[in-house]
């Protein structure tokens, strides 16, 4: 319906346009044009109020008045209004005939009202068709302010990327071919106008044109991701802009890469791990760096095989599949040349292929310790720990039974044992013999004193003078003797002193203990012999 009534509208301007505004009865005019934001007179002429004149809409742009609906006629009539007076008629646009508030209302576009106008007194009848003119009212708009687009990198130069499909204009007349689009940068860091553009600057297409690699982007980087501002305008020069985020997905179109220094993407890796003769395990030493391997697309996982030879080395190994570690599984007495393949797990399966050389210490020329399993590594330095604790611990067990040897040895030759025979009757006799001295000392000194009383000296109960006193109590020998008496005593078990040395159990057990000197401190005192007895009267001796 809105096709038909701007189809119709453009036909009967172009047909006012060509009959110049032809006029009838009255002078009503054939064709009135009036702006869609315009209101006002559109007829006013001198009549006399003797003369008919009559009006009525008889179609609105093409479609007859009893056509419309009840609701359609009285919205339309509400827009003309008739005055007349004494000697003139006048008929009236009350508001503006607005398009755009009219398609929204009455779902018709009114491009044209026909009005039926009959006047004088023959009552003839003029046509006036009132031509309502487009304003540029309103500007075009995108359906949105951002748009997101994903773009492959493997999109080929020159394809569509993007069709715009959704900028309206409210305005009614304004064709879509009229609106044109440009391009500009928005940001400068992720500026996409060199990689895409308008076909034309009328045609909403999006075009690619530069390759976007989505991996050269990221290795240089950069984030994937490009931006343009579209601006679009129709033709009054009313516009509106919006930003298109396009990323750069990644795809599928890289093999998987040995992680190696000092190796790009076109070469095949190398490496080599030495091991002793005969070795038997994982090879873990690997160089120049270890065994490893990743997607350069990022998106798969990746796993590792052994690719067979013609001189069969391959069975003499495995290879883990999840971390590329190889061991070998038979003794290594050679250089071995093995190929170790690593596969991307998707539905392509790209892979990439490296070199392998496991060498022995003697094909090699050197001993480095490498290659050898951790395991075995393991083990052997257990053993060597255990050895060196044993060593230790016989070396201070040894010293220890050494220091106790010593030690009772010294012990046993500082105590004097009780159940030494020799020295216990040797101790005996030095013990009667120092009696013997001791009484025979006394005798001396009672005679000595005997001889001093009954002398003219020892009258008068006088004491004998500290000579005779000094040669009474003992001699020089008699000190000597005593000395060596003390000095023997020291040397002699009596029972009487402590010893740093343990009780001999056997001695305690003994019946008799003839081999224990008596002290001399337990000797009763032994009577005088009767012979040197003296009887003294009166204080005197006789």
């Not at 064709?31 to 006002?40: L, P």
């Not at 069975?315 to 170790?340: E, Y």
């Not at 000597?480 to 001999?504: H, L």
Request: hydrophobic share 40%; aromatic share 8%.
């Amino acid at each position: 319906m809105r096709n038909l009534g701007i189809s119709k509208g453009c036909f009967l301007l172009c047909f006012a346009l060509l009959i110049s505004h032809a006029q009838g009865a009255c002078d009503v005019p054939n064709f009135v044009t009036i702006k869609e934001d315009a209101s006002g007179s559109i007829l006013n002429n001198s009549i006399p109020i003797e003369e008919t004149f009559t009006w009525n809409i008889i179609e609105v742009s093409g479609h007859p008045w009893s056509t419309l609906s009840i609701e359609i006629r009285a919205k339309i009539q509400e827009y003309f209004l008739s005055n007349r007076n004494n000697v003139s008629v006048s008929i009236f646009v009350t508001k503006p005939i607005d398009k755009e508030s009219l398609l929204d209302f009455i779902g018709l576009v009114v491009t044209n009202v026909k009005l039926r106008i009959s006047c004088g007194a023959t009552s003839t009848v003029t046509d006036m068709i009132v031509i309502v003119e487009s304003v540029n009212e309103f500007p075009p708009e995108f359906g949105k302010n951002y748009y997101h687009i994903n773009v492959n990198e493997s999109t080929a130069v020159g394809s569509l990327v993007y069709t715009i499909s959704d900028v309206t204009d409210r305005d009614i007349d304004e064709a879509d071919n009229s609106l044109t689009y440009t391009i500009s940068k928005d940001l400068e860091e992720f500026d996409g106008t060199p990689y895409f553009v308008m076909k034309t600057g009328t045609s909403p297409d999006i075009m690619l044109q530069k390759v976007v690699d989505y991996d050269a982007i990221v290795a240089s980087g950069k984030i994937p991701t490009f931006l343009i501002r579209v601006t679009v305008q129709d033709h009054g020069g009313r516009r509106d802009d919006a930003l298109f985020n396009f990323t750069i997905i990644n795809e599928d179109d890289l093999p998987p890469a040995f992680i190696i220094p000092n190796c790009d993407s076109g070469c095949t890796p190398s490496y080599t791990t030495i091991v002793p003769d005969g070795f038997r395990g994982a090879l873990t030493n690997v160089t120049p760096a270890a065994l490893k391997a990743v997607d350069q697309d990022k998106q798969h996982a990746v796993q590792y095989s052994l690719v067979r030879d013609s001189a069969g080395y391959h069975s003499a190994f495995r290879i883990d599949r999840n971390t590329g570690i190889i061991t070998a599984l038979s003794p290594v007495l050679s250089t071995v040349a093995l190929i170790v393949k690593v596969t991307e797990i998707s539905a392509l399966q790209r892979f990439a292929l490296a070199n392998m050389l496991v060498k022995t210490n003697s094909s090699s020329g050197s001993q480095p310790n490498v290659g050898r399993s951790v395991v075995k590594e393991t083990d052997d330095n257990m053993t060597i720990i255990v050895i060196v604790v044993a060593i230790v611990a016989v070396i201070i067990i040894g010293a220890l039974v050494l220091a106790l040897v010593i030690y009772c040895k010294r012990q046993r030759e500082k105590m004097v044992k009780p159940g030494d025979v020799s020295s216990s009757q040797s101790t005996s006799r030095d013990a009667l013999q120092n009696e013997k001295e001791l009484s025979n000392s006394r005798q001396e000194l009672l005679q000595s004193y005997a001889m001093f009383m009954t002398s003219s000296e020892g009258k008068g109960n006088a004491l004998p003078p500290i000579t005779t006193a000094d040669m009474m109590i003992g001699t020089d020998e008699f000190k000597k003797r005593s000395r060596k008496r003390r000095k023997k005593e020291q040397e002699i078990f009596d029972g009487t002193r402590k010893y740093d040395m343990e009780a001999d159990i056997d001695f305690f057990r003994q019946g008799t203990k003839s081999k224990i000197k008596r002290s001399t401190r337990s000797i009763k005192e032994q009577r005088l012999d009767p012979k040197y007895w003296i009887t003294v009267q009166n204080g005197y001796l006789e």
